[in-house]
């Protein structure tokens, strides 16, 4: 039980450990709301971002790929900030919802730890950080990352909506793939637009993998996902998802240069997202967390590739 709110809530075990658990315990549940021990969310939202400076070439206006590294700081900032506002956004559409998953019912908002003013004043103060990191983009970029609050907004109804929401968070997650090209160009290229189609097949292979560890909870609920839409073709669908985002990738890559070793620069990333399908246990709800994070490695590999292909 918890204790800072006088013995009424069961709290979480991620409260009581780990770098949450060091916090003052008052603290502990706005930690949770934004997912402060899970930084998974933020590191998918800003790969895409990476990729897209990377590839780009790293420099700025200025020409120097320093800057490129500073620009990169910034979106990582500015994707845990919007991550984090995600998160909260999320649980208080959701609340209801996630009182009836087992993975989720103990929420701060769903378990009644964070009230709802509590929940909006996080809401925004992490909208305020992102409103920051806006503000040192270049003007192109500025617009293009304004469009994205349309889609952010309409996000969490989508699992209400569609049977495929994940196709809709892999506009959200890939986004910072547009901004991050005009912030080194000042416009828009084609490498831009296949690099963002590849992160949202990306995103929703992955996201389809994450899945496949509520589709009970989910089809009581009646919640729809990719996972149920799916079902016993779940591997299958990711894989199409991956190979669509190799092959869009390798398009964004060919924008930049036309040489034939390019594409090569790919081999890890590719390795590395058929080893997930071919390794995943669909049935197994742990193996499937485990395939969904292994996507932060996976990110790496891809900045990787564009870093070499847009700086060489």
Same mark, same amino acid.
């Given at each position: 039980?918890?204790?800072?709110?006088?013995? *009424?809530?069961?709290?979480?075990?991620?409260?009581?450990?780990?770098?949450?658990?060091?916090?003052?315990?008052?603290?502990? /549940?706005?930690?949770?709301?934004?997912?402060?021990?899970?930084?998974?969310?933020?590191?998918?939202?800003?790969? #895409?971002?990476?990729?897209?400076?990377?590839?780009?070439?790293?420099? /700025?206006?200025?020409?120097?790929?320093?800057?490129?590294? @500073?620009?990169?700081?910034?979106?990582?900032?500015?994707?845990?900030?919007?991550?984090?506002?995600?998160?909260?956004?999320?649980?208080?559409?959701?609340?209801? %919802?996630?009182?009836?998953?087992?993975?989720?019912?103990? =929420?701060? %908002?769903?378990?009644?730890?964070?009230?709802?003013?509590?929940?909006?004043?996080?809401?925004?103060?992490?909208?305020?950080?992102?409103?920051?990191?806006?503000?040192?983009?270049?003007?192109?970029?500025? @617009?293009?990352?304004?469009?994205? $609050?349309?889609?952010?907004?309409?996000?969490?109804?989508?699992? =209400?909506?569609?049977?495929? #929401?994940?196709?809709?968070?892999?506009?959200? !997650?890939?986004?910072?793939?547009?901004?991050?090209?005009?912030?080194?160009?000042?416009?828009?290229?084609?490498?831009? !637009?296949?690099?963002?189609?590849?992160?949202?097949?990306?995103? @929703?292979?992955?996201?389809?993998?994450?899945? %496949?560890?509520?589709?009970?909870?989910?089809? *009581?609920?009646?919640?729809?996902?990719?996972?149920?839409?799916?079902?016993?073709?779940?591997? $299958?669908? @990711?894989?199409?998802?991956?190979?669509?985002?190799?092959?869009?990738?390798?398009?964004?890559?060919?924008?930049? =240069?036309?040489?034939?070793?390019? #594409?090569?620069?790919?081999? #890890?990333?590719?390795?590395?997202?058929?080893?997930?399908?071919?390794?995943?246990? /669909?049935?197994?709800?742990?193996?499937?967390?485990?395939?969904?994070?292994?996507?932060?490695?996976?990110?790496? %590999?891809?900045?990787?590739?564009?870093?070499?292909?847009?700086?060489?």
């Amino acid at each position: 039980m918890s204790g800072g709110h006088g013995d *009424l809530f069961i709290v979480p075990d991620s409260e009581r450990r780990g770098l949450i658990g060091a916090l003052p315990a008052s603290w502990r /549940p706005y930690a949770s709301l934004i997912r402060l021990d899970r930084p998974i969310g933020a590191w998918l939202l800003f790969w #895409p971002g990476a990729w897209s400076v990377a590839l780009a070439g790293m420099a /700025p206006a200025t020409g120097r790929e320093l800057d490129g590294w @500073i620009l990169i700081a910034w979106l990582a900032l500015g994707a845990w900030a919007m991550r984090s506002a995600g998160c909260v956004y999320n649980d208080i559409i959701d609340r209801d %919802l996630d009182r009836q998953v087992e993975r989720t019912r103990l =929420r701060p %908002l769903a378990s009644g730890r964070v009230s709802l003013k509590g929940a909006w004043a996080l809401l925004v103060a992490m909208s305020l950080i992102g409103l920051v990191v806006l503000l040192q983009l270049q003007r192109t970029a500025q @617009i293009v990352a304004l469009i994205s $609050l349309a889609l952010v907004a309409a996000y969490p109804f989508m699992k =209400r909506i569609t049977w495929w #929401p994940q196709a809709w968070l892999g506009l959200v !997650f890939s986004w910072a793939a547009l901004v991050g090209w005009p912030s080194v160009t000042g416009r828009m290229d084609a490498a831009a !637009f296949w690099l963002w189609g590849g992160s949202v097949f990306w995103v @929703i292979g992955y996201d389809t993998i994450y899945a %496949l560890q509520d589709k009970e909870d989910d089809a *009581l609920v009646g919640v729809k996902s990719s996972a149920l839409a799916l079902g016993r073709h779940a591997r $299958l669908g @990711i894989l199409v998802c991956y190979l669509l985002a190799l092959a869009l990738w390798t398009l964004a890559i060919r924008e930049v =240069r036309l040489e034939y070793w390019a #594409p090569l620069a790919l081999l #890890p990333m590719a390795f590395h997202l058929l080893g997930q399908v071919a390794l995943l246990k /669909p049935d197994d709800g742990a193996d499937a967390l485990a395939k969904f994070r292994s996507n932060r490695f996976a990110g790496l %590999l891809m900045f990787a590739a564009c870093y070499v292909v847009g700086t060489a």
